[in-house]
């Protein structure tokens, strides 16, 4: 294999592994803020043993996402050092506000959160909480920033030519605020507060179903379970502005997405299908005229397919980036169908009686982690061949003094320390779900935890 | 060239640069050095305690290696590309050192077993040698300089990193931070734990006096373009002489107790050693080794003007916030560290 594919799939394994933590971070900041507003708001004891236990997986959470996250930042200049050179002016001013702005905010008040309960006040501690919340919130701005403009270019020059050229800011704000990223800023925090809150139901609904924790288990499963309701509906807008925004600004993306090449047919939306790349076909169930009528409001009017574009200057793997696509929107709908419905069965007092419906709520917490990564692979296989869209050629952006050697041994490297780093993870959150919350409040639980947290009692 | 208070903007980057690089070198320093040595501790509350001196700091402090990276990238791109792309292979091991450090300080404490503590222990201390190490092999090389191209890429053989002065460098760097480190944590711990870290910061003193001098001689003899600078600017001398002060002030204030002046000291050893390497590198990112022509320099591989403007906004504001909420977390967890229900 040449060093282009070898650096492509560590890119992309490197950040897909990275991609499961930061939106359980956001999704979980969310809850904690609202947790400990609650807590206090009402003083009630309960909402403080909630709040405890999940800063604890929090950071758990969050130790892995830091440690995968150090690594992509430097990856650009390992493995992309021609893509680094090229965009430094604007990926870089990016990347360095992520860090002053955002990544400092985040793990300063960090401390705070997981070591400051007995050093300050509630209302410091619940203001760490909302800095943490919020510097991860800001972290997504920077970085969905920075990966926005590269599929929708905006605010530059071009200086230089051939292998020398390089992008130079002309205007900040036109980059920071590029056609793509707000729309792809809304959809990234929503998908990850949707990882967050079915990380809780998740969790929460196997409490109840076990028969533990039942004081705690059920007011979180409600709060989690109204975020979730909320952030799926907004989610179906915002994943439509986004598809919109894909139409309009990266149309052999779009394309890409539902299968389609013919440029002069009206485009047709399929629920399941198979694109056969070769004979350029896709075949499924389908609304025919689906994707005309979306984008304008009636089933006539033509689509540019993918035939429309040169040969060199469209996405391959048409059938991978379709199949990732409907993946995504698939589970969308399922989410927006489990919330509203598990909603409807709460305001009929019914939600926990129905045992099946909570042991979905157990495994659901996977349909997020997969709709966010199947959404990313979508999005950034349908901008290929291109890394900076329109400009800048994968295969140009690549370091051109690091061998094939190097990049497979440290992409077995970072596969062997990932596998082992995931199956701890498993193991570890597990063992905390098991162990559950400890109450704080009463004195048995206060003794049995200073003797589980004493070394000298422990043993 | 535009220019603000008579210095032009990338030689400010370059300053800036330069100051996320001590303050990481400091912050992260003093952790890095509390993790080499954490085998030395040999009880099981040692360890736990030492864990939980860095415990709610040790987060922030590699901000500034992700501040630094994105400064570096940001500011001198062309730097940035061809310094991580040459320095592939000791850089992954690098990284890999980051994460492993990372998970063993998470993980060690979820679990009760002693097995289980023990290794993450091994794997602490291991990593937090091996970043030491690694780093201080890279600021070995570029102060050294690699062979360069023409087209300002690495052409040498990564095997060439292995050179006896960036060992020197990367051995010195490992003793610096130990010192750092067991400062730090004489600081923040008491009774016989405290008494045994004082042992223990006055070897890692005399450890870290002795390779650095023993570098300091290398460098005189066989790596003569690394004095240049001091040796034609006489007012530059000013540098190494405050340098050994601070480090005589180090042992001076163990010795009367004062360890917050110990530890400003080895910071500012830190920073005064950080500086002497930008003075004698200058204007000089990547120096050829191959042809001088070839070198990367503050100038032929800075982002444009306008970015340079921006990224200056952009520290003007964010570094008042950062040294905010960073010292009060410092002041939040002053004092002598106390283990609680959430501790490591």
């Known amino acids: ?459 | 060239m535009e220019t603000f208070l008579g210095l032009d903007y990338n030689i400010w980057w370059f300053l800036v640069f330069g100051a996320v690089i001590s303050g990481y070198a400091i912050l992260d320093g003093f952790d890095l050095g509390a993790g080499a040595l954490h085998l030395l501790l040999r009880k099981e509350l040692s360890r736990r305690i030492a864990l939980n001196a860095i415990g709610p700091v040790w987060d922030g402090n590699e901000v500034w290696l992700v501040i630094g990276g994105g400064a570096l990238f940001a500011g001198f791109p062309v730097a940035y590309a061809a310094i991580f792309s040459a320095f592939y292979v000791p850089f992954m091991i690098f990284l890999v050192g980051i994460i492993f450090r990372a998970v063993a300080i998470e993980f060690r404490s979820k679990e009760p077993m002693l097995w289980w503590r023990k290794t993450w222990d091994m794997v602490y201390c291991g990593a937090s040698t091996i970043i030491a190490l690694s780093l201080g092999l890279m600021l070995g090389n570029v102060a050294l300089g690699i062979p360069l191209n023409e087209q300002k890429e690495f052409a040498g053989n990564w095997l060439s990193f292995f050179n006896p002065f960036s060992i020197m460098v990367a051995i010195t760097t490992l003793a610096l931070f130990m010192m750092h480190g067991s400062i730090y944590l004489t600081m923040k711990t008491e009774k016989r734990l405290y008494a045994r870290l004082r042992i223990l910061s006055r070897n890692f003193i005399i450890f870290f006096v002795l390779s650095f001098v023993i570098t300091t001689l290398y460098t005189l003899l066989y790596v003569p373009h690394l004095s240049d600078f001091i040796r034609t600017n006489p007012a530059a001398f000013i540098i190494p002489i405050l340098m050994v002060l601070s480090i005589a002030n180090i042992p001076r204030q163990i010795k009367k107790g004062k360890y917050r002046y110990a530890f400003i000291s080895s910071s500012v050893t830190i920073a005064l050693l950080l500086i002497m390497v930008a003075m004698e590198v200058y204007p000089y990112l990547l120096f050829s080794t191959v042809n001088p022509a070839n070198s990367i320099t503050v100038h032929n591989a800075a982002s444009s003007y306008k970015t340079m403007k921006i990224l200056l906004t952009i520290a003007v504001i964010g570094t008042p916030l950062v040294a905010i909420y960073t010292s009060f977390v410092f002041w939040t967890f002053k004092g002598k560290v106390k283990l609680d229900e959430m501790s490591y």
């Open chain 1, 1 to 459: 294999m040449d060093v282009e594919i070898l650096s492509r799939i560590q890119f992309a394994f490197t950040i897909a592994f990275h991609y499961i933590y930061p939106p359980l971070s956001i999704g979980l900041g969310l809850l904690l803020v609202v947790f400990e507003g609650m807590y206090l708001k009402t003083g009630d004891k309960r909402y403080e043993q909630i709040t405890r236990f999940w800063i604890k997986i929090f950071a758990l959470i969050f130790g892995i996402g830091v440690a995968t996250g150090i690594i992509m930042e430097f990856e650009f200049g390992t493995n992309w050092a021609t893509y680094s050179k090229y965009v430094g002016d604007i990926f870089g001013s990016a990347l360095a506000a992520e860090g002053i702005f955002a990544f400092a905010l985040e793990s300063g008040f960090l401390g705070i959160l997981i070591f400051g309960w007995n050093r300050v006040g509630p209302k410091v501690h619940f203001f760490s909480a909302v800095m943490v919340f919020l510097g991860s919130m800001f972290s997504a701005v920077w970085i969905v920033v920075a990966n926005s403009w590269q599929q929708t270019p905006a605010g530059f020059r071009i200086v230089g030519e051939g292998m020398e050229a390089r992008a130079e800011i002309t205007d900040f704000w036109a980059m920071v605020f590029n056609p793509s990223s707000v729309e792809r800023l809304t959809h990234v925090w929503i998908g990850a507060f949707l990882a967050g809150a079915f990380l809780v139901l998740s969790v929460n609904a196997w409490y109840i179903l076990k028969n533990k924790h039942l004081h705690i288990a059920k007011p979180s499963f409600k709060i989690a379970l109204f975020t979730a309701t909320i952030c799926s509906l907004l989610q179906l807008f915002v994943g439509h502005k986004s598809a919109d925004g894909v139409a309009k600004n990266q149309p052999a993306k779009l394309a890409a997405l539902e299968g389609h090449y013919d440029s002069l047919a009206t485009g047709d939306m399929y629920l399941l299908g198979y694109v056969n790349n070769k004979t350029q076909q896709t075949t499924g169930i389908r609304i025919p005229g689906g994707l005309s009528f979306l984008l304008h409001g009636d089933f006539k009017t033509p689509i540019k397919g993918l035939n429309a574009f040169p040969e060199n200057e469209r996405p391959r793997q048409v059938n991978a980036i379709f199949q990732f696509y409907h993946i995504m929107v698939g589970i969308g709908v399922t989410l927006i169908a489990l919330s509203v419905f598990a909603t409807w069965l709460h305001f009929r007092n019914k939600l926990f009686d129905k045992r099946w419906l909570l042991w979905i709520f157990v495994w659901a917490v996977l349909l997020p982690q997969i709709a966010n990564q199947a959404g990313w692979f979508a999005a950034e296989m349908g901008r290929q061949p291109w890394v900076v869209y329109g400009l800048l050629r994968t295969s140009d952006a690549l370091s051109k003094t690091v061998t094939a050697n190097q990049v497979l041994f440290s992409l077995i490297m970072f596969m062997v320390v990932y596998l082992l780093l995931f199956i701890l993870f498993l193991y570890l959150l597990n063992r905390k779900i098991q162990h559950g919350p400890v109450d704080y409040g009463t004195k048995e639980d206060i003794e049995e935890g200073s003797k589980r947290d004493n070394p000298l009692l422990a043993h």
